[in-house]
C-alpha cells in the first residue's frame, strides 16, 4: 500500500479530525416533518415556500442534517455515504427550469458511519449510489438555501409497518445532542390517484374525507397518541383514503417518535392542495 507524504496524512488526519469533532455534544436540536408536495414548490415563491422559510428562521444551524424522505424506498435501510451526493430530479413532466436546480450540499460519510453505528436493531447499509431527491432538496433549500451544511438520506424499508420505523426512529435520539438536525419529508395525506389537478391552484380546495383525515392526524399529534398515528390503518375510511400506500406518511412517523416530554408540536403550511394532499408541516421543539 502506497504511504501518503507525511504532509498530506497529516492534513488528512486532521480534516478528519474537525470533522469528527462536530458530532460531541451539543444542545437539543429540534425536529422536523416538512410536507414537500409538488416538486414545483422548489422554484415557486408561495404560501409553502415562505412556511417552510419561516420554519428555517427558527433553528439554529445544525452540524448536519439527516432528512428521511418518502422518495427513497428500499429492502433494507440504507444511509447515503458519499462526500458529494448528487441532486437527484426524480420526476418527469415538469419545466426546465426544475430540473436546472441543484442543491450542492456536501455529504457526510462520518455522519453515515455514525448512525450505522449507533443503530444496533438492524444493519444500516451504506449508499454511495442515490444521493439528494426532491423529498429533501426541494425542502432543505428553503431553510439553509447557501447549501453549505452536510446532508445525508435515510432510506425507508418498504417491506416494514409503521411499528418499526417508529422504534427504529428512536434509536436515532442521540443525534439531536450531537447537532444533527432530523427531518422527515413527505406529506401526512397523500392521495395522488385521487388529486383533482385542475383544482391544484385554488387555495383550500380539499376533499371531506381528506379534511377529515387532516384533523384526525393532528388531534392524534397533538394528545400524544402515538399508537392510533402507528396504526393507522384502524383509524376509519377517511385514514386509509388519505393513506393508501405508507410512503408519503412513514416520514411523519419518524419525526413524531423522537418528540421527548417536554417538547409540543407547532404545525405549519396547514393546508390540503387538489383535494386530497395535505402540506401540513410540524416542528418539535421545547415547550
Not at 200 to 211: D, M, N, Q, R, V
Amino acid at each position: 500500500m502506497a504511504l501518503l507524504p507525511l504532509g498530506v496524512a497529516a492534513m488528512k488526519l486532521n480534516s478528519l479530525y474537525s470533522i469528527s469533532q462536530k458530532f460531541e455534544p451539543t444542545e437539543r436540536m429540534p425536529v422536523l416533518f416538512l410536507g414537500h408536495g409538488s416538486p414545483m414548490n422548489a422554484i415557486d415563491n408561495n404560501i409553502f415556500t415562505k412556511g417552510f422559510e419561516t420554519i428555517g428562521k427558527t433553528l439554529p444551524k445544525p452540524n448536519a442534517i439527516l432528512c428521511i424522505s418518502a422518495h427513497w424506498e428500499t429492502k433494507g435501510t440504507y444511509v447515503t455515504a458519499m462526500e458529494k451526493p448528487k441532486t437527484i430530479h426524480d420526476f418527469g413532466g415538469f419545466p426546465k427550469a426544475l430540473f436546472d436546480v441543484q442543491y450542492p450540499a456536501p455529504g457526510s460519510p462520518i455522519l453515515a458511519n455514525e448512525i450505522k453505528n449507533t443503530i444496533n436493531s438492524v444493519t444500516v447499509g451504506l449508499d454511495n449510489d442515490w444521493g439528494l431527491d426532491h423529498g429533501t432538496w426541494s425542502v432543505v433549500k428553503f431553510l439553509y438555501p447557501k447549501a453549505d451544511i452536510p446532508v445525508i438520506q435515510m432510506s425507508i424499508d418498504y417491506t416494514q409497518p409503521a411499528s418499526y420505523h417508529y422504534a427504529l426512529a428512536k434509536e436515532l435520539a442521540s443525534l439531536r445532542r450531537k447537532g444533527v438536525l432530523i427531518i422527515g419529508s413527505g406529506n401526512s395525506v397523500h392521495n395522488l390517484g385521487t388529486a383533482a389537478w385542475d383544482k391544484i391552484s385554488t387555495p383550500g380546495y380539499a376533499f371531506e374525507w381528506a379534511t377529515i383525515a387532516n384533523e384526525k392526524i393532528k388531534d392524534f399529534i397533538l394528545k400524544g397518541d402515538h399508537h392510533s398515528l402507528i396504526h393507522f390503518d384502524k383509524q376509519g375510511k377517511e385514514m386509509l383514503l388519505g393513506i393508501p400506500t405508507p410512503e408519503h406518511y412513514l416520514p411523519m412517523i419518524y419525526a413524531l417518535a423522537l418528540q421527548e416530554k417536554d417538547e409540543h408540536p407547532v404545525f405549519y403550511n396547514d393546508s390540503i392542495v387538489a383535494g386530497s394532499l395535505n402540506m401540513l408541516s410540524i416542528k418539535l421543539d421545547k415547550r
